[in-house]
Each structure stands twice: as structure tokens, then as C-alpha cells.
């Protein structure tokens, strides 16, 4: 499995983002796709999944209603549409993924895409 992930730049507080992660190598049916981020000397935090089968979702308390997770089965691709940036979502991003059936852990990462947000 390949993830490139893309779409990161500097941006001002308030404006909005499209993250985009391109995944290759398999068909992912029952699989699970990710974003993860890692802001400036802390850990990397889960922020939000979606269900490669029936697009479902979940959200990390700090980004729920301003960020949207989807994904597009015919481009095999996962999205992060970010609005209203905070300087706090400064972080790199990355793209994950997982069997649903074969793995607890995500254990497919991309390589990071770095987001700025400044006040």
C-alpha cells in the first residue's frame, strides 16, 4: 500500500485547506483511511476516519464541525477539507490506513504534509 499525501502550505488563521492523499496498491474495500497529525514538539493525534466501504466518519474533538473527512473511490483517494484554521492545527498531516479486517493499529502511513496556520 502507497499513500501520498499533499495539499499542505501556509495559510492565515480562518482560511481553509483541502488535504488530499492518494492511495495505491490494492482495492480497499473494508478498509479504514485516516488523518493523524504531529503539531510542534508533541505527539501525533488522531483526527478524523472514514470507512472506505460506506464512508463513515469520526471526529477528534478539536476539529468537529471546521474539518471534513471524505474519500472517492474512483480516484482512490482520502480528503481533509480544514476550514476555519486555527494557529493550534499547525501540525504535519498525515494519511493512514488499515484492513479493517487484518489490523487493530494503522499500520500504512504516508509520508506528511506540513500545515502553517498563522494569527
Known amino acids: 500500500v502507497q499513500l501520498q499525501a499533499s495539499g499542505g502550505g501556509s495559510v492565515q488563521a480562518g482560511d481553509s485547506l483541502r488535504l488530499s492523499c492518494a492511495a495505491s496498491g490494492r482495492t480497499f474495500t473494508n478498509w479504514e483511511m485516516a488523518w493523524f497529525r504531529r503539531p510542534p514538539g508533541k505527539e501525533r493525534e488522531f483526527v478524523a476516519r472514514v470507512t472506505w466501504n460506506v464512508g463513515s466518519t469520526i471526529y477528534a474533538d478539536p476539529v468537529k464541525g471546521r474539518f471534513t473527512i471524505s474519500r472517492d473511490k474512483a480516484k482512490n483517494s482520502v480528503y481533509l477539507q480544514m476550514n476555519s484554521l486555527k494557529p493550534e492545527d499547525t501540525a504535519i498531516y498525515y494519511c493512514?490506513?488499515?484492513?479493517?479486517?487484518?489490523?487493530?493499529?494503522?499500520?500504512?502511513w504516508g509520508q506528511g504534509t506540513l500545515v502553517t496556520v498563522s494569527s
Open positions: 493512514a490506513a488499515r484492513s479493517m479486517a487484518r489490523s487493530i493499529d494503522y499500520n500504512n
